[in-house]
């Protein structure tokens, strides 16, 4: 009977860790997809890299993120790419909200910012 309730507080464990680490594992993967499309904007207009941008979160992450979604005091979440066309750099800046949620039951609300910057590279050695 104690093994019983030893494994089962095991897999209560890990299943809330699972939980926990779920929305950090999501950043993870939002920041490379932001450092991808910072490096992206550096050839291409603002409009085409939001719109590239939103196809990629489609794609890679399954929908799972929101890109425009507001919070209850009115922040707003969503891709900010600052261009300067002069030094062919750009700041990308990626505000997004999730949520951790144990037993469908929401425990925290979470903001990430994300702040990548890219420059053109015309040759590689």
Known sequence: MAKAIQA???????????????????????????????????????????????????????????TTRTMKDGTRGGLKIDKDDDTKQVKATFVYFDEMKIFGQKVK??????????????KMF
């Open 109 to 122: 609300d979470l903001e990430f910012k994300i702040y990548k910057e890219a420059a053109h590279v015309d």
């Open 8 to 66: 089962v507080l095991a897999v209560l464990v890990i299943y809330v860790g699972w939980c926990v680490a779920q929305p950090y594992i999501l950043k993870y993967k939002v920041t490379k997809a932001v450092e991808n499309i910072a490096q992206y904007a550096t050839i291409h207009t603002e409009e085409e890299t939001v719109r590239e941008f939103d196809n990629r979160v489609k794609q890679d992450l399954g929908g799972r993120l929101d």
